[in-house]
């Protein structure tokens, strides 16, 4: 196999900040949290984009970009329709991996967690919140399923907006939140010479043990 020395040659070398043990907080919801409250303050385009990766029953992993809603002690919530392909592999398989990418900050962060449904009220109050559009647009799509073309969706979308008109909307049944519980969480802060910064915690009895990666 021929090396595409185009592609071979892209690289970037980190040199912004450092991330040691001693640096980092006891729990990592609060270690995320202060990189979170950074993101934000950098003016990062969607810093609560996320990569999803999932694992059907047969070992398939399939991956893809949501969008992060909320985060607590709990976990890490997003919402989606709870017959997409998604949905199915965490059916099948109840654990699931995240990352945050914020290169503007040379730092990434990785989760990974058993995945359940939020309670259904939660899920009610998030889908009020929406935008109407949004709201239209989960009764519409049958997300992940094959269709004919897009003039289906936007037909969907005319009877659906005809169909609630101006008023209330309520929550489709088949729609609704996850929480990643995470069990493990590292935190990624690009170096000099790819000799990267890695701090890992992983939880052990319920408390959480910080130990620091080779890159």
Known sequence: ??????????????????????????????????????????????????????????????A???????FTEDGFVFFTNYESRKAVDLHENPKAALIFFWKELERQVRIEGDVSKI???DSDSYFASRPYGSKVGAW???????????????????LFEEKFGDG??????YWGGYIVAPKMMEFWQGQPNRLHDRIRYSQHNSQWKIERLAP
């Open 168 to 173: 209330s909307i309520e929550r489709p049944p």
């Open 140 to 158: 519409s799509s049958p997300q992940s399923k094959v269709i004919p073309g897009r003039k289906m969706l936007e037909e969907k979308l005319k």
């Open 64 to 70: 893809r970009i949501v969008l992060l809603k909320t």
């Open 119 to 121: 309670d259904h009220k």
């Open 1 to 62: 196999m021929a090396i595409n020395a185009d592609i071979a040659n892209i690289r970037k070398d980190y040199q912004q900040q450092s991330l040691s043990e001693e640096d980092v907080e006891p729990n990592p919801i609060r270690q995320f949290t202060n990189w979170w409250t950074a993101a934000l303050q950098s003016n990062i385009e969607e810093p609560n984009a996320m990569t999803l990766a999932t694992c059907n029953k047969d070992g398939q992993p399939s």
